[in-house]
């Protein structure tokens, strides 16, 4: 590659400060000789990839850059064009651009030059519709992917975990800013539809070239789920350039092939991905031995990705993923038998037979188009999702007096609009549409016993009632917008976004204004506040009084039979912040936020099931302080954060039913946390890369997740480290390249307990995995 110092300064000319791009002669934006520059390895550039991303155009301007000059798959510098670029006008100025060898210097082919000019441009353009102007966005790309435990093989909650503000729960949630749940997931801009769980471990990381996470005071095209927004970019232009196959395997009899397929030709751009996982840590271990009675795993999941360009300004793309996944739901051994059971004689707990299958599938359409003016894309999308639990039917009654079968269904469609226009020359204005319908179906078969008034069993005979229930719900949302350039380095982005729930149990709508100011006090320094309305609607899931009642007088029975529906959240959101890029390398952001909120919305697993359902508190607070900071020189990158966050609810408002009555009347009078709570968490690493090796350290901590009678007890903290290493053999006759990665987690075998199966919403004890250690080999074709 060529050195960085002289192409920096042979291109200054070129460089547009106020966007923090490179241009052509013309001053046109130019995404190659950006990228050229901006993936090279100088420390006042290539900054680790988890720093904020707090000021207008703050995706171009502070796109960090982890990895050095031979890592593959660098995170892109480009991430959004300037206003008033099209396509065309990018591929205009490639003659330019090839005369100072700088398509070279980014490594890219010159056959395929012009194809990946034109996808860079289609993406630039894309996140110029909808950037986080305002909002605070960690950003990582595919090099600090890589020293993340096991890498491309990683679960995505891992991935998320080391952003700041991320706390780390069981069965794989990840709660950021003290929300239960909340978040956005979409991939390359376009909204996933919602599934039943969420998407952290359906997501399969080894499509991601980069993700976002955006947090704060939301610009009014983000609405509904508003805790954050997961931006999924996926692998495209020339990060397909190799067809991978991946054996990950070791530790819990883990074995786990891939398969990945990808490349651009003419005016198409494709990529396939597969993947199997079977394991002997499905769901955490509810004991603190090293192996889990009963947790066996198998899941797999395939994604495809294809796009087409019609011309310069237009093109096509298709998105579709399908995952299917079944556990066996641990067991602790050594419970007490509860209830008799005619024809049953001694029976062990650790011999309890409970399954679940959870499968989801999602296609989405979009078609993109760009102008010198005016950028819009249109996407419709379509989501199913199901779980399927199946009980163990003897021993469930035995040691629970209940034996429930669930078959749980989500279908979702929708259609989303974006675009953005360029005025005027300090105008932008930004407005668009959404709209979603979800289909949701919850079938029961409960087997009980009856009981008397006491809750005595009053028979040996199991008894089954049926239940066939169903909610549907629709949302919509449209939001306008205008980024408005008020001097020099400063920006205020201000709008509104009406949004509208229609259900089977609610109905209610919201006009919520947003606005953001943003002061570049210099070219390292950026300061921000903002304000957010937010309008954020339960999912479709509800049960009412009447199937309650069926189960008067069983060992399925509720203490009380309230079952009011939960209510849309409403809460004013503020967020201030600052972020300093130091010219050695290093950079630095502070970031304070407030919520107070009404109807504030929560979730809980209320039995055997991995179902979790949501309720709510009347009022609710959430504050708190981020910081996060990070180094680079040359192959070595250093990074760490830490937040903190406080929270407070009072008085639970719908699905009472769910809980003790004396929890209720607490609850009712005294302010209580959140059990999603993580007091204090942080996450840091250090990596160093030469020549083909590349080794790395990695620490997460947390402390503070609830526990106890109305959450009033904490649970203890925990401190974990991994280390890894990797090397890449290039070359290898017929093969591009060989990877050898070894990953050991929880180096000193920590013993750490994140719930030990109390407080609001916990039904199960679950630890965190045990010493483990993994290999990986990669063959690149």
């Not at 679960?155 to 700041?164: I, K, T, Y």
Request: hydrophobic share 35%.
């Amino acid at each position: 590659m060529r050195d960085v110092l002289p192409l920096n300064l042979k291109y200054s000319k070129y460089y547009d400060k106020t966007h923090s791009v490179y241009c052509d002669a013309k001053g046109k934006f130019c995404p190659v000789l950006s990228r050229a520059v901006k993936s090279a390895p100088c420390a006042a550039l290539a900054l680790w990839c988890a720093t904020p991303l707090t000021q207008a155009y703050a995706e171009t301007r502070s796109a960090i850059h982890a990895g050095h000059s031979t890592a593959k798959g660098s995170t892109d510098a480009v991430r959004a064009a300037p206003p008033a670029q099209s396509a065309r006008s990018v591929r205009g100025t490639q003659d330019t651009v090839r005369k100072t060898d700088a398509p070279q210097a980014a490594g890219v082919a010159s056959g395929k030059t012009e194809a990946v000019t034109v996808h860079a441009a289609f993406n630039s353009a894309r996140a110029h519709i909808a950037p986080n102007l305002g909002a605070v966005a960690y950003r990582m790309g595919q090099a600090q992917i890589n020293t993340t435990p096991g890498g491309e093989n990683a679960a995505f909650n891992q991935v998320l975990l080391r952003m700041p503000g991320v706390v780390m729960d069981s069965f794989g949630e990840e709660h950021v800013r003290g929300e239960h749940g909340g978040l956005t997931y979409r991939i390359n801009g376009v909204l996933l539809p919602e599934g039943l769980n969420g998407f952290g471990q359906e997501l399969d990381t080894r499509i991601i070239d980069s993700v976002t996470l955006m947090t704060g005071t939301l610009p009014a095209q983000f609405g509904f789920r508003t805790a954050g927004i997961v931006d999924v970019t996926a692998k495209s232009g020339n990060s397909l350039n190799n067809k991978e196959i991946s054996f990950y395997g070791g530790s819990y009899n883990t074995f786990n092939p891939s398969f990945q397929v990808g490349g651009t030709k003419g005016q198409w751009e494709y990529f396939v991905s597969g993947s199997f996982n079977r394991n002997n840590i499905g769901i955490e271990n509810p004991t603190p031995a090293f192996r889990a009675t009963h947790d066996v795993t198998e899941q797999g999941k395939a994604f495809g990705y294809a796009s087409y360009h019609f011309d310069d300004t237009s093109r096509i793309s298709l998105l579709t993923s399908i995952s299917n996944a079944n556990f066996e739901i641990p067991n602790a051994a050594g419970l007490p038998k509860l209830y008799d059971i005619h024809g049953v004689g001694d029976v062990q707990s650790q011999d309890v037979n409970d399954r679940q299958n959870e499968q989801n599938y999602y296609v989405v359409l979009s078609y993109q188009k760009t102008g010198s003016k005016l950028n819009y894309q249109v996407s419709p999308y379509f989501r199913y999702g199901a779980i399927n639990y199946t009980p163990d039917p003897v021993r469930d009654m035995v040691f629970q007096g209940v034996a429930e079968k669930e078959n749980n269904t989500f279908t979702t469609g929708g259609l989303q609009f974006d675009a953005s226009y360029d005025a005027v020359k300090a105008h932008t204005i930004r407005f668009g549409v959404l709209g979603q319908y979800t289909s949701e179906t919850l079938w029961t078969r409960t087997d009980v016993l009856p009981v008397d008034e006491a809750g005595f069993q009053t028979s040996v005979h199991p008894m089954s009632i049926q239940d066939n229930s169903g909610n549907w719900a629709a949302e919509a949302g449209a939001y306008l917008q205008d980024e408005w350039k008020l001097l020099k380095g400063v920006t205020l982005n201000y709008g509104v976004r009406y949004d509208r729930f229609e259900s089977s149990f609610d109905h209610e709508g919201q006009a919520s204004p947003r606005a953001n100011l943003v002061w570049e006090v210099d070219p390292s320094t950026t300061v921000h506040f903002g304000y957010s309305r937010y309008f954020a609607p339960p999912t479709a899931q509800y049960i009412g009084q009447a199937t309650l009642l069926k189960f008067a007088g069983t060992t399925n029975s509720p203490e009380n039979f309230n079952a009011t529906a939960t209510k849309v959240e409403r809460s004013n959101y503020f967020d201030i912040g600052l972020s300093h890029r130091f010219p050695q390398g290093l950079s630095i952001t502070v970031d304070g936020f407030y919520k107070q909120a009404k109807n504030l919305g929560d979730l809980g697993q209320f039995g055997r099931a991995v179902i979790l359902t949501p309720f709510s508190y009347r009022t609710g607070k959430v504050y708190g302080a981020e910081f996060g900071g990070n180094y680079h020189y040359k192959g070595l990158t250093v990074f760490g954060n830490f937040s903190f966050v406080n929270t407070a609810a009072k008085d639970v408002n719908s699905a009472q039913y769910q809980f003790p009555a004396d929890e209720l009347e607490y609850i009712k009078n005294h302010a209580i946390k959140l059990d999603h709570e993580g007091e204090f968490t942080s996450s840091a690493g250090v990596s160093y890369g030469w020549a083909g090796n590349k080794a790395y350290v990695d620490f997460l901590y947390g402390y503070g997740l609830r526990s106890g009678f109305a959450n009033t007890e904490k649970q203890p903290s925990y401190h974990v480290i991994n280390i890894g290493y990797e090397h890449v053999f290039r070359n290898i006759r017929p093969l591009k390249g060989l990877k050898l990665r070894v990953d050991v987690t929880n180096l000193f075998d920590e013993r750490y307990q994140i719930r030990n199966g109390s407080g609001l919403g916990v039904f199960m004890s679950q630890y965190g995995q045990r010493r483990a250690g993994f290999l990986t080999t990669v063959i690149q074709f």
